[in-house]
């Protein structure tokens, strides 16, 4: 079998608390816009009126949980298909660059991602998306996004292994349906996930995620 | 919608116009020449020919403003093996160059006309497959309100209608000309000019059939596949889609009808420009509406 790098993600302890973003953006020195890693609150349920006091509102299969999310580094990367530059590659190790050399910024890839891991920046006239923080893994260290996380919920690995280890998850809602791009990505599902594509929830503030 | 939205709305609005164009103008052509001898269909395609290249030309100048520059045209071309944009790249620029050709050979009569024939109906074929192209660039599967076979279908009746009310007001263009310098001449090409009318007349009658006949198929996808988007068409923009409707209507339909009757009898000359340039003027706006919709509406899947 091919090599896949993938992240893991385990949203049954998330806190939303963004930490991950914050560092990502850091490292990257992302300008205002653009985030590569970003954090998605989804909610549902809703509330009812209690049976005996119809004016008493109880609350009914309320619930929240956060989605930690980045470039997917898919299997099937849609953005490397449409990409009339060939700037998108995979590598062996199965990571997906972009080479902002070869970026015409057309923004084809932006339509084609069901992620929202591409970002153009408009001040270079070129795509970018996280690049799995590469220089930092050939030492051998993890990103820093994993490494910022205060709950450990993230990390990185063998797609391989950490499915042998957590499981087949990789499309919860708010996420798209796994099918459309095979995102490298192991999930450990909230016990109130929604599987993907049958939602009945929505993203909370998506201007701030 | 964006800036770069609005500059791909105008490259495949006149890029499909200018292929339908010579698709209608290479129909036309034959039919005259079937008529009355290759001298009648010269001089009653040369002139509108003209057209073809100068709309293409801007086409490609607007798609630019979202290739960024220049130089990123080539640089947009390597990836042929799956990018559609790549692909429509390359079939826009051949279509463009080919077309030039052609025009160029019929003007300055280059070769023999058999050879003008055939180069014209490759620049045609071109041109055809660049609508596919145009289309297939949208057939994302992560893009619902796009990723359907009505994207095609719109595209070419698109492509059809513009192209055939472009070439009707042409068509009388270019007789009121030959009629003011030469009346006898003109008196030739009027027979050819009433028949090619009436066929463009019906054409558009068609068309509009297939554009309205598609419209419950496309909003019943919406409907399945593209909630958001379908949200967006009736609420915001409900007023656009209707308006656009009753204008391809009264263009494609009303007035179509109207250049069918007056092409039929004689003496009424006058009323074909009125007739032919108003038609394709509402049928311009009402595609050019549309199109806007087919980019205002799309939401893509996921985050
Ligand atoms: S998440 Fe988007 S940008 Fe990343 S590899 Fe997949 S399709 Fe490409
Ligand atoms: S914006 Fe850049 S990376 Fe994205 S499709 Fe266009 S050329 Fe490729
Ligand atoms: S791997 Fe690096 S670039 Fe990618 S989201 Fe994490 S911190 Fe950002």
Redesign the interface.
Known sequence: MEKQLAFYFDASACTGCKACAIACKDRSDLPVGINWR?V?QYEGGGWVSHPENKDLLIPSNLFVYSVS?ACMHCEKP?C???????AITKREDGVVLIDNT?C?????CE??????AVQFNEEK?YMTKCDFCQDLQAKGQKPVCVDACVMRVLDVGELDELRAKYGNVSAIE????SD??EPAVVITPHKHAQTSGSGTGH?LSVEES | MDI?EWALLIFTILGQLAAGALLVLMIVRAYAAAKAGVKEADRMTDGPLFMVVPIMGLALLSSLL???NLG?VV?????LG?????RE?VIAVTFVVIAGVYTLMQWRKIGPTILRDIIGWIATLIGLVQTYAMAM?YM????PSWNTITTPITFFATTLLLGALAVALALVINYNSIQKKDAKAGEKQLDLLRGALQGIAITAIILLGIEFLVLPFYMAHLGSAALQSLKIMTETYGLTLVIRLLLVFLGAGVLATYLYRNASESGKEKTLTILSSSAFVLVLVAEVMGRFLFYAT?V????
């Open positions: 970003k998605y999310t849609i490397m298909e449409v990409c009339p530059a060939t070869k015409i910024g057309c923004r084809y339509w084609a991602c069901p992620y929202g006239g708010p996420l798209p349906t459309l791009t993203i | 770069r979202h290739l960024n990123n640089k947009a071309v390597p990836n799956t990018s559609w944009l790549s790249v660039v994302i599967r992560t893009q799309h893509r899947i996921g985050l």
